[in-house]
């Protein structure tokens, strides 16, 4: 039978980053500890700058996939529930005081992309003690991405300890495990200071739970997007004939969303958002959901970066707080 082969032979590098289990490791990878984590992500931005700026202008990464083994992401995220959200906040302060420096150089500091995206995936070839990382520019979504262009990866394997960057395709990348709670989104601020009011709304019962995010393709709108915090544990999505007004009500202006047409909750018991639908179609990830009656909502798992098209025309994707 023939053996598939793994991740790093795929790309090339099984010697440099896989051991012999007859021999010792002679250089083990410190354990993964906030401290540890922190300087990698920041270093790695650090590096973006040298790599990527050019004729005075300060370019650097947007998007940070940070990759774990999954027994390590385990134990780090069991143990140390909600440290990788601080871990973020702190990194995206440094951040902002590198920049500063760069700009009061007279240096040109200005973003390809609006936001900070955070991603902690774990990939089943890495060993304990591997960390990874995948840094991209995230421009605009009017910016055009071309499928075939290769992603800079930076891996640090458990043999030597020493940081090896390569390309490669992001096909390769496809045996990796995203997290839902291992997403983390932080819009850009040009004045370069962080506002934790971006990541949390600090008034009592007006935490943000989750967002919601659309795109209406009726012509008045242009395909303009439309966002909508979630600080209800449970909120309606309906059309523009929606008479209800309330902050949990999230009217969509457009003929093609039912009037109601979803119900999504958040449980708190599990940390799990989940969806009715009423409309006349959903689907979630390319799968049918089941209609409900309004009076017994049938209540379907809803993954955070799920994306949902409501009766085949309008899109909607939900995001974490």
């Known amino acids: 039978m023939e053996t598939k082969p793994n991740f790093?032979?795929?790309?090339?590098?099984?010697?440099?980053?896989?051991?012999?289990?007859?021999?010792?490791?002679?250089?083990?990878?410190?354990?993964?500890?906030?401290?540890?984590?922190?300087?990698?992500?920041?270093e790695k931005?650090?590096?973006?700058?040298?790599?990527?700026?050019?004729?005075?202008?300060?370019?650097?990464?947007?998007?940070?996939?940070?990759?774990?083994?999954?027994?390590d992401y385990r134990e780090f995220n069991d143990n140390k529930q909600g440290i990788i959200g601080l871990i973020v906040q702190e990194c995206v302060k440094k951040f902002y005081e590198i920049l500063k420096g760069y700009r009061e150089a007279g240096k040109t500091v200005e973003p390809s992309g609006s936001k900070w995206v955070f991603r902690v995936v774990t990939h089943p070839d890495y060993a304990r003690g591997d960390k990874g990382f995948i840094g991209k520019l995230l421009p605009d979504s009017g910016t055009p991405q071309k499928k075939e262009e290769n992603l800079r990866v930076t891996f640090i394997p458990r043999q030597t300890g020493i940081a090896q960057?390569?390309?490669?395709n992001q096909e390769v990348l496809s045996g990796f495990t995203y997290y839902s709670d291992g997403y983390f989104e932080i819009p850009y601020e040009e004045q370069l200071e962080f506002d934790a009011k971006e990541v949390e709304d600090s008034k009592p019962g007006q935490a943000v739970i989750g967002r919601l995010e659309t795109i209406i393709p009726d012509k008045q709108f242009a395909g303009k997007k439309v966002e909508y915090l979630m600080k209800s544990e449970e909120i309606i999505v309906t059309g523009k004939e929606e008479t209800r007004e309330g902050d949990e009500i999230f009217k969509i202006p457009s003929d093609w969303v039912s009037v109601p047409h979803l119900y999504i909750r958040f449980n708190k018991a599990d940390g799990k958002f989940y969806l009715a639908s009423f409309g006349e179609m959903t689907t979630l990830n390319e799968n049918l959901i089941q209609?409900?009656?309004?009076?017994?909502?049938?209540?379907?798992?809803?993954?955070?970066n799920s994306r949902m098209l409501l009766n085949g025309i309008i899109g909607l994707n939900l995001f974490k707080a």
């Open 8 to 42: 790093w032979q795929r790309i090339g590098i099984q010697d440099w980053f896989l051991t012999n289990e007859s021999q010792p490791v002679a250089n083990e990878a410190p354990a993964l500890t906030p401290e540890v984590v922190y300087k990698y992500i920041v």
């Open 45 to 71: 931005f650090q590096e973006s700058i040298s790599e990527l700026s050019f004729a005075g202008r300060v370019v650097f990464y947007h998007e940070f996939i940070i990759s774990f083994n999954a027994d």
């Open 165 to 168: 960057t390569f390309d490669v």
């Open 291 to 304: 209609r409900s009656d309004i009076n017994a909502p049938v209540w379907v798992e809803l993954p955070v």
